[in-house]
């Protein structure tokens, strides 16, 4: 077995264990989110607190040819989040997703 399908084997059981599921493009998918980035801007009035998330998915499960992009919308617990770049490394069976809350 190699490196790649050994990390996408172990990566199968983790999403079972502890994954947290997501909606994109109507379908459902078992993820790994990371905790939250908080970035605070200044405002009129104030700082604004926007928090960004990594979304780890198998690239196996996604349709084959199809993938969340820049600008797409995934919903994690009922709150939509905007893709704002995508991760994809050909060494990774995992495409990782840089989101914000919408």
Do not use: C, N
């Not at 050994?6 to 990371?34: H, K």
């Not at 939250?36 to 405002?43: I, N």
């Not at 797409?72 to 991760?87: C, E, F, L, N, S």
């Not at 994809?88 to 840089?98: A, I, Q």
């Amino acid at each position: 077995m190699s490196r790649y399908s050994e990390i996408e084997s172990d990566m199968a059981e983790i999403l079972a264990d502890v994954g947290t599921q997501i909606q994109w493009d109507g379908d459902d998918y078992d993820a790994i989110l990371t905790e939250p980035r908080v970035d605070l801007d200044l405002t009129t009035g104030g700082f604004s607190a926007e928090a960004d998330y990594s979304i780890k998915i198998r690239k196996t499960d996604l349709p084959e040819g199809s993938a969340p992009q820049a600008k797409d919308q995934v919903t994690i617990a009922g709150a939509v989040y905007v893709v704002r770049g995508v991760t994809d490394s050909p060494s990774s069976p995992m495409l990782v997703l840089h989101v914000a809350r919408k």
